[in-house]
């Protein structure tokens, strides 16, 4: 489809939608918000000379999609509309200008292509597509609306109704940090112009009985302040699930049913549905196209046709400018900014005669036309502020809207620095400045607004320590924080290293020649080869913090130019004389591990012997984590699950030597933040203790805690102990 032939389509399909058009540079961004399992995400398949790729439709079809290239060949990034994809467990964010990178990974593009190219064609202000979109959901299961579910809020992936809430979550993360993820947003307000659903596969068998029911309560629920994105009548676009072949599926006849004025009469003119089963519009968009005009055979993804996920998109657009714009008034947020706090709200088609804001019961002397739509409160005092705003409207009753914006610092961090303890924070809004106590007393009374960290070169020299930051103006909730300096209480532990080393912000300290762990004599040394030795491990500021567990000190980290080194420490002998490398004896091992989003890596916590020829410990890497056992100097590795990255991990391993010659076993585990102790024999959970891997290893042999890292990997808070809860309950006093 040319980009002159969509023009002329929209048209005639946003005839209504333009009409309530404002005609000024300050229009709201309009946002759209996409939803739904891995055909939503998008398996389109961008290059390569396969049958209907994206590159193969431009090589092709050169007049039609030229637009879409540069004149080198790469792909045009739109500047007017804006993505962002999150929320994916163990993925970074995804946000820039509206490429073809928005599919399941790098390479793949979604229905948001076709979507927003139509989108940003036809209006004068920015378009943002948020994409909320999750591989393998169901709707009668994890997009479980809430008033049908009647369930209690999920708190994990698996819970019913988890990606539900994940939806508005985003929606709401999005839209309050918009500045963060687009930087070209100036304050104009927002929009929430409509929603896309696609979405059925994962619904196939029993859930599909239920599909029609769940689906109308989806579109009330998500419409609705109480469940969902506060905007009554959001317009609705639904592409059925056309790659189920059967044409008279119950889950396609229930996505169709939504456009049934007879049965959904509330429906009728804000919900409209893309029948894939057919062709679409003058155009005749032809959406299922058979291996042999795909890049691949793979059905249930739409053969990773890039046409299809194209054609998806802009029939869907066209749908979603047919439809009406909600009459009234609606969704009124309030957020922090540098500025102070930035009040949102949006209009119908049903213009207000007058508009008054309320901050705390009493009116802001301001005067806000009647098509405004977003407001920077200057003079809100730091804390919590109420706003309403009231819209006197010219045939409806009066409109009042309400939320609530509190802005105080919702997090004091610390850190051991290299002359005291520094604290950080990171607060949204405008003040004037900021006191900082110390157990009580006032160690810094008046810092600048600007401030974000500040460093106690007095803190005491031991004992737990208590930290308050509050703004010198409003009525904020003090943000609090306690540091223990000392001395270290292992909690049970024989073998405890937290990493509790001095290090500063700009200039990482060393952790070779640092010394002190329980459990360990001796310094940190280099396990590579001469001519090596640049290489140097970082004690990196801030501990990683798992649940409840305690944590204290700063954490080891490598740098981005380092691959697989390993450092040492030496063990002091505790654990032999604890009985706990003896034959038949029951060890425990743990530690926290973190890989950020944005890059890759591994990191490897290992009790080893001198001559590196038996050893035990855990290995996080990219993909997965695993168990490590080194016998004979042979390394052996098991898959305990998955690794997400962008996501601090705890990992518990149980150690039984065997004795009369009976093998070792070591039963790795993946405790949940509450912290309690896995049930034994418990498989398919999402955190679960695996089944033991047997082998035999001389456990008297191990001398010494090894550190293996590569990329940015971080490592904290390892424990060796007699029982579970020595090495999940230690930390500090």
């Known amino acids: 489809m040319t980009r002159l ?108 292509f076709g979507f927003g190219h139509m989108m940003g064609d036809v209006y004068k202000q920015p378009v943002l597509l948020i ?26 992936p698996g819970h019913p109704g988890f990606y539900y809430y994940e939806v508005v979550r985003l929606v709401k993360e999005v839209t309050e940090n918009i500045n963060t993820f687009f930087p070209k947003y100036q304050g104009q307000g927002m929009e929430i112009a409509g929603l896309c659903y696609h979405q059925g596969w994962n619904d196939l068998g029993d859930l599909s009985l239920k599909y029609e029911k769940n689906l109308a309560a989806f579109i009330d629920d998500i419409r609705s302040a109480k469940y969902g994105l506060g905007v009554p009548d959001l317009p609705v676009v639904i592409a059925t699930s056309g790659m189920i072949r059967d044409p008279e599926h119950k889950i396609k006849q229930s996505q169709l049913a939504m456009g049934d004025k007879t049965k959904y009469p509330r429906f009728v003119g804000n919900v409209a549905v893309v029948n894939t089963n057919k062709p679409y519009g003058p155009e005749k968009l032809q959406f299922w196209f058979e291996p042999k005009d795909s890049p691949s055979a793979q059905g249930f993804h739409w053969n990773r046709n890039a046409r299809t996920h194209l054609n998806i998109g802009t029939a ?6 047919k439809l009406k714009k909600p009459a009234l008034p609606a969704r009124l947020v309030s957020f922090g900014v540098d500025q102070g706090v930035q009040v949102n709200w949006q209009l119908g088609s049903e213009v207000p005669k007058s508009v008054k804001l309320l901050r705390n019961g009493k009116p802001l002397k301001v005067n806000l036309p009647a098509s405004q739509t977003a407001f920077t409160d200057t003079t809100a005092l730091p804390g919590k502020n109420s706003y309403e705003l009231v819209l006197e409207m010219p045939t409806s009753p009066t409109r009042k809207l309400t939320a609530v914006c509190d802005t105080s610092i919702p997090c004091l961090r610390s850190f051991r620095s290299m002359e005291g303890v520094t604290l950080q924070w990171a607060p ?66 024989l073998l405890y290293e937290p990493f509790d080393y001095p290090s500063d912000l700009e200039r990482p300290a060393t952790l070779f020649g640092k010394k002190g762990a329980v459990g360990t004599k001796g310094p940190y040394y280099t396990l590579q080869d001469k001519g090596d030795d640049k290489w140097k491990p970082m004690v990196t500021p801030g501990s990683l913090r798992y649940g409840n567990l305690s ?23 505790s654990l032999a004389k604890a009985g706990l490398l003896k034959d038949g004896a029951t060890m425990w091992i743990s530690y926290v591990s973190f890989m950020p989003a944005s890059s890759g890596g591994q990191n490897t916590v290992t009790l080893e012997s001198d001559d590196r020829k038996d050893g035990i410990g855990f290995l996080h890497k990219e993909s997965q984590l695993e168990t490590i056992v080194v016998s004979d100097g042979k390394v052996a590795r098991r898959r305990i699950g998955p690794a997400w990255k962008g996501r601090i991990v705890l990992m518990v391993g149980k150690i039984v030597w065997g004795k009369d010659g009976e093998n070792d076993n070591f039963y790795p585990m993946w405790p949940e933040q509450n912290l309690k102790q896995p ?54 006093k």
């Open 316 to 321: 869907m657009a066209t749908e979603m400018l």
């Open 428 to 493: 949204r809004g405008k003040f004037d400045g900021f006191k900082i106590t110390r157990d009580g007393k006032e160690i810094a009374a008046n810092l600048s607004g600007e401030a974000r960290s500040y460093e106690d070169k007095q803190a005491p020299e031991k004992g737990l320590v208590k930290y308050s930051i509050l703004p010198t103006t409003g009525n904020a909730t003090p943000a609090t924080t306690v540091v223990n300096r000392g001395p270290l209480d292992p909690g049970g532990a």
């Open 5 to 112: 032939t969509i023009s002329a389509m929209i048209a005639i399909a946003a005839m209504t939608s333009l009409a309530h058009a404002q005609e000024r540079e300050e229009l709201p961004v309009k946002v759209y918000v996409l939803v739904g399992q891995s055909n939503m995400l998008g398996y389109g398949t961008v290059e390569g000379d396969k049958p209907n790729t994206l590159r193969d439709i431009v090589k092709k079809e050169p007049k039609k999609y030229q637009f879409l290239i540069n004149a080198d060949g790469t792909w045009k990034e739109r500047s007017d509309v804006w993505v962002h994809l999150g929320g994916s467990p163990g993925k970074p964010d995804r946000y820039s200008g509206l490429t073809p990178n928005y599919g399941g990974y790098s390479g793949l593009i979604g229905p948001e």
């Open 131 to 156: 994409k909320a979109t999750w591989g393998g959901k169901s709707l009668g299961n994890d997009f479980l609306p809430p008033s049908i579910g009647k369930y209690p809020k999920p708190t994990k």
């Open 551 to 573: 944590v204290t000190g700063n954490r080891a980290r490598t740098s981005t130019r380092s691959s697989d080194k390993r450092c040492a420490i030496e063990l002091d002998g």
């Open 679 to 732: 049930k034994e024999n418990t498989k398919g959970k999402y955190r679960f203790l695996r089944e033991p891997g047997a082998f035999n290893i001389n456990q008297t042999r191990l001398t010494r805690l090894v550190l293996q890292q590569g990329g940015e990997n971080s490592c904290d808070e390892i424990r060796v102990g007699p029982t579970y809860e020595s090495v999940v309950g230690g930390g500090t």
